[in-house]
């Protein structure tokens, strides 16, 4: 029998409304570890004597880069971020929270919601390493947004589109890869039908099955 795995990492990259941040932090919560979100960029933040509004700056900057524009196939090299005149530039505080998401997953088992920490801990070659999409059909989400933010459905559908492009170009400018691509992900998951505790339940279920023991 192979031996079963202690240490893991959940990525999970999501549409908006489609539940994955819920997901996410109650699974954490479930498992007894970390969930990251924006607490990444706080972290960064603090670990880089960096104002946390430059890290947002650049996430809205992210698909309005000229070079990103001209030159599609172009992509920002992650690597060790640098201490320079260029510190603040969206290239170099990518790598900040980069550096930071793979001192995450190696100290600790936790769960990291977007910032492309799938990509970023593949790229690491990290074999504990279990990468989520959580999707949802255009009418659920808009049930969902009207709930939760108390707006009207034509509001919530400019709202999930809004996010979902700023998602996306930001997986874009910074992987080179789409966003919506299934083939970046191990587990894809449409939460149309089903509620979010089954959807945490097809993940675990998931694990179980990669032979990780939690």
Same mark, same amino acid.
Not at 31 to 52: P, W
Not at 89 to 114: T, Y
């Given at each position: 029998?192979?031996?079963?795995?202690?240490?893991?990492?959940? /990525?999970?990259?999501?549409?908006?409304?489609?539940?994955?941040? =819920?997901?996410?932090?109650? #699974?954490?919560?479930?498992?007894?570890?970390?969930?990251?979100?924006?607490?990444?960029?706080?972290?960064?933040?603090? /670990?880089?004597?960096? *104002?946390?509004?430059?890290?947002?700056?650049?996430?809205?900057?992210?698909?309005?880069?000229? #070079?990103?524009?001209?030159?599609?196939?172009?992509?920002?090299?992650?690597?060790?971020?640098?201490?320079?005149?260029?510190?603040?530039?969206?290239?170099?505080?990518?790598?900040?929270?980069?550096?930071?998401? +793979?001192?995450?997953?190696?100290?600790?088992?936790?769960?990291?919601?977007? +910032? =492309? =920490?799938?990509?970023?801990?593949?790229?690491?070659?990290?074999?504990?390493? $279990?990468?989520?999409? $959580?999707?949802?059909?255009?009418?659920?989400?808009?049930?969902?947004?009207?709930?939760?933010?108390? $707006?009207?459905?034509? /509001?919530?559908?400019?709202?999930?589109?809004?996010?979902?492009?700023? +998602?996306?170009?930001?997986?874009?400018?910074? /992987?080179?890869?789409?966003?919506?691509?299934?083939?970046?992900?191990? #587990?894809?998951?449409?939460?149309? +039908?089903?509620?979010?505790?089954? $959807?945490?339940?097809?993940?675990?279920?998931?694990?179980?099955?990669? *032979?990780?023991?939690?």
């Amino acid at each position: 029998m192979a031996e079963m795995k202690k240490k893991f990492v959940i /990525t999970i990259d999501r549409q908006y409304g489609a539940g994955g941040r =819920a997901v996410g932090k109650a #699974l954490a919560e479930e498992l007894g570890v970390h969930f990251y979100d924006e607490e990444i960029l706080k972290i960064t933040s603090e /670990t880089s004597a960096i *104002g946390e509004q430059y890290f947002r700056l650049a996430d809205e900057k992210a698909g309005n880069n000229l #070079l990103y524009k001209i030159f599609d196939a172009v992509r920002p090299v992650i690597g060790e971020p640098k201490v320079s005149d260029k510190m603040t530039s969206p290239e170099n505080l990518f790598r900040f929270q980069a550096k930071i998401i +793979r001192e995450l997953a190696e100290r600790e088992s936790c769960i990291i919601a977007g +910032r =492309a =920490a799938d990509y970023v801990l593949r790229q690491a070659g990290r074999e504990d390493l $279990v990468t989520i999409y $959580v999707y949802a059909d255009m009418p659920k989400k808009i049930e969902r947004i009207m709930e939760l933010e108390t $707006v009207d459905a034509e /509001t919530a559908e400019k709202h999930i589109r809004k996010i979902d492009k700023e +998602r996306t170009e930001f997986y874009h400018y910074y /992987t080179g890869r789409e966003w919506t691509d299934l083939q970046n992900y191990d #587990l894809c998951i449409n939460s149309s +039908r089903i509620d979010y505790s089954q $959807v945490a339940e097809i993940i675990r279920s998931y694990m179980r099955t990669r *032979g990780f023991d939690f």
